[in-house]
């Protein structure tokens, strides 16, 4: 009985140890950790019994980023996983260049220098390139189809993110072919979401994009909520936004990007190096429609739209 303690922690020490880099907070992360840990458990590697996981989150406060990476890395986890999130990638990258990261981000990781190439990473990181720096002319797209009169369009995106950056350029990009005028509306934190949708108002804006970022993610049901509000038609990348009373969702399937997270840190767990994993590139994009938020808003869907949907939510 004395001894079990002693074993106990002797255990513990032989366990790998990953650190996981979240820009939001466990509660706002749970249904996609949950995947995360599951693909690992049904690859042999269950938290508590032969794994540990060490989670350190921003909480939304990107400039925590660095310190809590730093940490991580002097705690020599075996992995490194930024989630889909390019601030967390950065902050991972730049604390270490030996301790292997997977990561998931929608910018090209090439121009941002996390990696050598696709193909051959060549360095400690690999991961999932989601291409949502892209979807901005698709998502301005799908707007026209839903709402031929549509002239004036809200952005909503945070500035402290790079990929929202990339995003607003492409949506600005493709409103001046399509003859639409774009309101680019900044929120860095939580305190400024109704501000900026008090602006959107304002500003009499036919329809809302929501730009990809973590932060805005973890507020989707306080978004959602304003956007019923004040009846307006939002559009986003994420599903878990049309499920909870946004209008429509174009983008990838982030519980399928976590279950490749899990499946390249056992890779890298049996001894594989990310310089030679290939960075996956997410292809598949789902559509999904909230019917009655439609009706709500007086908009009806064209059955061409409705046709090349992945789900339609009645």
Known sequence: MIAWPFA?????????????????????????????????????????RNLIIDYRFAEGQYDRLPKLAEELVQRQVAVIVTGASAPSTLAAKAATATIPI?????????????????????????????????????????????????KRVSLLHNPNNSLSGSVA????????????????????????????????????????????????????????????RYAIPAISTWREMTEIGGLMSYGTNLLDAYRQFAAYTVLILKGAKPADLPVVQSTKFELVINLPTAKALSLTVPPTLLALADEVIE
């Open 8 to 48: 106990t922690s002797a255990q513990q020490s032989t366990m790998p140890v990953i650190g996981f880099l979240g820009t939001t907070s466990p509660t706002q992360s749970a249904e996609l950790l949950a995947a995360f840990r599951g693909n690992l458990a049904e690859a042999g590697y269950a938290e508590g």
């Open 102 to 150: 997977v990561f998931g981000i929608g910018e090209d990781p090439v121009k941002l220098g996390i990696v050598a190439s696709l193909a051959r990473p060549g360095g400690n990181a690999t991961g999932v390139n989601f291409f949502l720096s892209e979807l901005g002319a698709k998502l301005l797209g799908i707007v026209r189809e839903l709402i031929p009169a549509a």
């Open 169 to 228: 350029r492409d949506v600005v990009a493709a409103a001046a072919t399509l003859g639409v005028q774009i309101d680019v509306v900044q929120a860095r934190d939580t305190s400024e979401i109704e501000p900026a949708f008090a602006t959107i108002v304002t500003n009499k804006t036919d329809a809302l994009l929501i730009g990809a970022d973590n932060m805005l993610y973890t507020r989707r049901v306080e978004i959602a909520t304003l956007a019923s």
